[in-house]
């Protein structure tokens, strides 16, 4: 039984239904109260953090985007004198990138140089003239101008599509050389061909081919007659000539790329590469398969024709049957791929639904996808899909299909990440971006870069990679990046605090998905504040009770530190719903620390496969991952009633988090793919969280077998996306 003493009454059916009932407990809603971690970082613009970023030209191998503090340190690097002299300089620049800093997070657009003037002039306008001059001689020293972005809802578009056109300029370079090469080479077998032909040789081609100061100088009319003499009438067969000239034709007409770099301001291809949605690229990939398979057969002809390797009789029979099925992905690697940037709010739309099927049919795709709400898509909230998926989990359904790179991350933490999205788009299959913005809902209390940073710090939305292309084992495709405390459950942080006697005091303090949940006003329902005369032992910080067994939690009553505008700290009780999805978060987050490798005792068998086997070898067989990829080529399913309790199985990649839920009531079938094994095996409400819990939302829970379950009006709620 509970110790009522030391758990008052009211706190206890808080935390069991989220009723707030007497007045020993108060609304969080409307307070200014953020979670105690986050209080040093209210005022943002005066901290020295990644953001904003400059987007660089990345020419010569330089970086794609540089944050303004590395490129004001590398400037003062240049040209600060060392010691107290360049002190002014140092405090002066920093006062100027604090400027600029406050400009963009207030909304402020323009090159890195456009804003520098501003801020100098504004900063000289206070501090004198002579200082505003000291600041535009030193803007002249930074080593990179371009766009300056703030951490906002656009800024991981901005970024991926600038990152795009920098690997896509590298490409173009590349196949612009090669594509001269074979010109050139081709042009030269004609006109060498052309000079030894009758018509080489006759006095107006011998004029031209002579030019100069000496055309003058001889009798045309008489060298052609002479050298004219037993020149054949053509050197090359007509064959020869016909194929060489149609294939010069193609090279020289290609649209893929333009004939200077994008980058360089003039000329654009032919055709766009830039898409806002997946059936468009889709569709614009398969209309010009046609022009692809036409130039990738002439610059293999131009290649064998090139080294004089071209033989008829065996190469005339194969690029008489040179088609789309002839293409590899080295051929496809050549050109430039597709970008598709999905505007946040088009998740869910029709043309998108294709998202893991296109990723997983190999296209040269290269996809941003943006969630610009963790929890309106948690089970805490209503249940909505988009790509048949919590878009929350995509990356990690895409990297149970193998075969591409995938990277989840958080706004917030893109800059940091700059090598792998460059190798991302470098890579020559297709690639997932899949961002948290961090654009928080309206009236939350923090910057777009703090509601990123607390989704990764808290587990929410962790960062890592996964490259199919990088090395033979699990262990070197997947990498859990920089999680803070990536070996823990949790973020730790020291809190440094006063307590009542005014003495300083440290305590370890972790940062939870709870604490990410506060952050968003509209979930203050549930959370309750605790004046600091009703706090008790049985009270357990939220990492604390989460350790717990279910029945020593029952003793306990969960709470997060949270601090005022005045400073002064408060503890805030939790519901059980909300606990609920802390503990689901929890679980994720250990799935994905076995694929990185922590916890060896469970990722050993994982981590030393060879990599054939190794895409989620525990979760996912072979033969089950091409599952949510064939999914169209399967036969549809059968007609089911709302009332029905079923798993579309086809559609299960295997993650297993159902039998985590109850392995009676699931199981995997010989493809090891989930169905309902037992349903008398469970309750109607381990239906609905394993439902929940699905990654590609396949388990619909149906109506409950049970009438006198407890809960049942609300486990309806919940089940109702899901039937
Ligand atoms: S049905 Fe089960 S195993 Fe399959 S994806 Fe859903 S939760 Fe994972």
Same mark, same amino acid.
């Given at each position: 039984m509970m110790d009522m003493q030391a758990k008052p009454q009211d706190q206890l059916i808080f935390h069991l239904t989220g009723k707030c009932q007497g007045d020993g407990l108060a609304s969080t809603a409307g307070t200014d109260l953020v979670p105690a971690l986050l209080a040093p970082y209210r005022d943002l613009d005066a901290l020295r953090h990644d953001f904003p970023l400059v987007l660089a030209q990345a020419t010569d191998g330089g970086e794609f985007v540089r944050s303004l503090s590395s490129l004001i340190d590398a400037?003062?690097?240049? @040209?600060?004198?060392?010691?107290?002299?360049?002190?002014?300089?140092?405090?002066?620049?920093?006062?100027?990138?604090?400027?600029?800093?406050?400009?963009?997070?207030?909304? %402020?657009?323009? *090159?890195? *140089?456009?804003?520098? =003037?501003?801020?100098?002039?504004?900063?000289?306008?206070?501090?004198?003239? $002579?200082?505003?001059?000291?600041?535009?001689?030193?803007?002249?020293?930074?080593?990179?101008?371009?766009?300056?972005?703030?951490? *906002?809802? !656009?800024?991981?578009a901005s970024l991926i599509r600038h990152a795009w056109q920098s690997a896509r300029d590298a490409?173009?370079?590349?196949?612009?050389?090669?594509?001269?090469?074979?010109?050139?080479?081709?042009?030269?077998?004609?006109?060498?061909?052309? *000079? &030894?032909?009758q018509a080489g040789r006759q006095p107006a081609s011998l004029k031209a081919a002579l030019g100069g100061s000496h055309k003058d100088a001889f009798d045309f009319d008489m060298l052609s007659r002479v050298v004219g003499k037993g020149a054949p009438r053509d050197e090359l067969p007509a064959a020869r000539r016909k194929r060489l000239e149609q294939t010069l034709a193609v090279l020289e007409s290609q649209g893929f790329f333009a004939e200077s770099d994008p980058g360089q301001g003039d000329g654009e291809s032919e055709f766009g590469f830039v898409f806002d949605n997946c059936a468009a690229a889709a569709q614009a990939f398969r209309q010009r398969l046609g022009a692809v398979v036409e130039l990738v057969r002439a610059i293999s002809i131009a290649e064998l024709e090139a080294k004089g390797h071209y033989v008829e009789a =065996? &190469?005339?029979? @194969?690029?008489?049957?040179?088609?789309?099925?002839?293409? $590899?992905?080295?051929d496809l690697a050549r050109f430039p791929d597709y970008l598709v940037c999905i505007p946040p709010d088009r998740n869910d739309a029709p043309e998108n639904a294709n998202l893991l099927e296109m990723l997983s049919s190999g296209l040269p795709v290269k996809?941003?996808?943006? $969630?610009?709400?963790?929890?309106?898509?948690?089970?805490?909230?209503?249940?909505?899909?988009?790509?048949?998926?919590?878009?929350?989990?995509?990356?990690?359904?895409?990297m149970g299909l193998g075969g591409m790179f995938v990277l989840q991350s958080s706004g917030s933490n893109l800059y940091a990440l700059r090598a792998q999205i460059a190798r991302g788009l470098a890579c020559r299959g297709p690639a997932l971006f899949s961002v948290f913005a961090g654009a928080g809902p309206q009236g939350s209390p923090l910057a777009p870069y703090l509601t990123a940073a607390a989704a990764m710090q808290s587990r929410a939305f962790p960062a890592f990679s996964y490259d199919a292309a990088a090395g033979s084992t699990w262990a070197t495709r997947f990498s859990l990046e920089n999680n803070p405390n990536a070996d823990k459950d949790w973020a730790i942080e020291s809190l440094a605090y006063m307590d009542t006697a005014l003495q300083r005091l440290s305590d370890p303090c972790a940062f939870t998905f709870v604490d990410f949940v506060f952050c968003d006003p509209r979930y203050a329902r549930h959370f309750a504040l605790v004046p600091r005369k009703r706090w008790h032992d049985a009270m357990l910080?939220?990492?604390?009770?989460?350790?717990?067994?279910?029945?020593?939690?029952?003793? &306990?009553?969960?709470?997060?530190?949270?601090?005022?505008?005045?400073?002064?700290l408060h503890r805030v009780i939790v519901d059980a719903r909300l606990m609920q999805a802390a503990r689901r978060c929890l679980l994720?987050?250990?799935?994905?620390?076995? &694929?990185?490798?922590?916890?060896?005792? !469970? %990722?050993?068998?994982?981590?030393?496969?060879?990599?054939?086997?190794?895409?989620?070898?525990?979760?996912?067989p072979a033969a089950a991952k091409p599952a949510v990829a064939d999914a169209a080529a399967q036969p549809a399913a059968p007609a089911r009633s709302r009332d029905e309790a079923w798993i579309d199985t086809a559609r299960c990649p295997s993650c297993n988090e159902c039998q985590l839920v109850n392995d009676r009531m699931f199981g995997y079938d010989e493809r090891k793919q989930a169905f309902i094994k037992d349903i008398t095996a469970g309750t109607y409400r381990q239906l609905v969280e394993a439902a929940e819990s699905c990654q590609v939302a396949i388990i619909h829970p149906g109506q409950p077998r049970n009438p006198d379950e407890p809960g049942l009006a609300d486990l309806l709620v919940r089940a109702e996306p899901f039937r």
């Open positions: 400037m003062l690097k240049d @040209v600060a004198p060392r010691g107290i002299e360049g002190e002014r300089l140092r405090r002066h620049a920093l006062q100027l990138e604090r400027e600029i800093r406050s400009d963009v997070a207030q909304g %402020a657009r323009g *090159s890195l *140089s456009e804003l520098w =003037e501003q801020a100098a002039a504004r900063l000289g306008a206070r501090e004198g003239e $002579t200082l505003e001059k000291v600041l535009l001689h030193a803007g002249g020293a930074v080593s990179a101008d371009g766009e300056v972005l703030a951490c *906002s809802q !656009q800024m991981p490409k173009a370079r590349r196949f612009r050389a090669d594509l001269s090469r074979l010109v050139l080479r081709l042009s030269d077998i004609l006109r060498a061909a052309q *000079s &030894h032909s =065996e &190469h005339d029979l @194969v690029f008489e049957a040179f088609d789309a099925q002839s293409l $590899t992905a080295d996809v941003l996808v943006q $969630t610009s709400d963790l929890l309106e898509e948690a089970s805490i909230g209503a249940g909505h899909f988009a790509f048949g998926v919590r878009s929350a989990r995509l990356a990690t359904a895409a910080p939220v990492a604390d009770w989460l350790a717990l067994g279910e029945p020593d939690a029952t003793q &306990h009553v969960p709470y997060l530190l949270a601090v005022d505008g005045q400073d002064v994720l987050w250990q799935r994905l620390q076995e &694929h990185g490798g922590v916890h060896e005792s !469970q %990722a050993r068998p994982v981590v030393d496969q060879p990599a054939g086997q190794a895409a989620l070898p525990a979760q996912v």
